[in-house]
């Protein structure tokens, strides 16, 4: 577990930060530009320090100013990786990977490091001959190696163009389901924090302002002003139940005990899978519709209604899952729409794309 407690000053920007993170998964650190987000993550691997303040990784004390104690950063068992790989260009992948392994006679630990990357093709070449998304697999396998405490990643995909994001994910995916440390996720993308984060930490003008669960936190105020007008959405956290038979479409079970029925899962039955579903693609009846083509209709409770220009929007509590929907001035008078009524939200299978869900 990493508990901190930080005030810094460095010019005009001032950080004031309080947190405490799981030991496990992975925690998006996501704000603004200048909000301090790659500060605090350089003050946790001591490559900044603070004019105040306390951190501990695991009961352990890095930095405690009140009793002088700072460790430096070789001291403090955290791997950083950063936005531009900063590889050594005269070693070659091998060697970049053997430079700062803590033990080097062990070649299970390398292997598996390698192949969870899919980097155990590229041992021989040289940063020269790598892609982007390369360079950022061998620098994590790098800061891996050195088996850390906690990993520290900043913005990994920021540099790389969209083939690379591409390319890259999928490994990141992996680390984040495979790798039992936790990891600081240094992200401007919500679209990176759906497929990797376990937790969120939003940050603005150097100060915490929501911290825990993605699910939690997605359809949060706070949040609103990181989607475009018809971005809204919710995440429903989910379990893949099976396959249909006879058509491409998954069956997923909330924790409501209703079922989800979205385009094939590339996961097995049991696997966790978060789903986020878009406001706009939400419509609401009195009564469950008979003889539809869409195939989700879900039990559903009116928790809150607002205004946003010409429509309403509306938080539908699903079990303790969260959703929300838009629906016209005109259909919620038409429908007499209140908090705390029940209600059936309906939700084409169709809407849910590859970019819409996470096998956790």
């Not at 984060?197 to 993605?214: I, R, T, W, Y």
């Not at 995440?235 to 396959?243: A, D, G, I, N």
């Not at 924790?255 to 696997?271: F, H, M, N, R, T």
């Amino acid at each position: 577990m990493l508990k901190l407690e930080l005030q810094h000053q460095q010019g005009a920007f001032s950080l004031d930060a309080k947190l405490v993170m799981p030991n496990q998964g992975i925690t998006a650190i996501f704000g603004r530009s200048g909000a301090g987000k790659t500060t605090l993550i350089n003050l946790i691997s001591g490559l900044e320090t603070p004019q105040s303040g306390l951190i501990e990784l695991n009961g352990k004390p890095l930095l405690d100013t009140a009793n002088k104690l700072c460790l430096p950063p070789e001291k403090r068992r955290i791997g950083y990786v950063f936005q531009d790989a900063r590889l050594f260009p005269h070693y070659s992948v091998r060697g970049n990977l053997n430079y700062g392994r803590k033990d080097r006679s062990d070649a299970v630990l390398f292997e598996t490091i390698t192949q969870l990357l899919g980097i155990e093709t590229l041992l021989e070449r040289y940063p020269a001959r790598l892609s982007g998304g390369e360079k950022q697999r061998v620098a994590i396998g790098r800061a891996l190696l050195s088996e850390p405490e906690l990993l520290l990643l900043d913005e990994p995909l920021a540099s790389l163009d969209l083939p690379r994001k591409r390319e890259l994910l999928p490994y990141l995916e992996k680390l984040a389901q495979e790798v039992r440390i936790p990891i600081l996720y240094v992200s401007h993308s919500l679209d990176e924090i759906l497929h990797l984060a376990d937790n969120m930490v939003l940050m603005d003008k150097g100060e915490v302002v929501l911290n825990g669960p993605v699910e939690r936190l997605w359809g949060s105020a706070a949040l609103q002003p990181w989607f475009g007008p018809d971005v809204q959405s919710s995440l429903l956290p989910t379990q893949l139940s099976h396959h249909h038979a006879d058509y491409p479409m998954s069956c997923l079970q909330l924790g409501s005990g209703e079922q989800l029925w979205v385009p094939k899962i590339d996961a097995q039955p049991g696997a966790a899978v978060r789903v986020r579903i878009y406001a706009r693609e939400v419509s609401l009846a009195r009564s469950r519709p008979e003889d539809s083509s869409i195939r989700n209709i879900l039990p559903a409770k009116i928790r809150l209604m607002q205004r946003e220009a010409s429509r309403i929007q509306v938080l539908l509590t699903l079990g303790e899952a969260e959703l929300w929907a838009y629906v016209s001035e005109w259909a919620a008078a038409d429908l007499q729409l209140k908090p705390g009524e029940e209600i059936f939200a309906q939700i084409k299978s169709v809407s849910v794309t590859r970019n819409d869900w996470a096998s956790l």
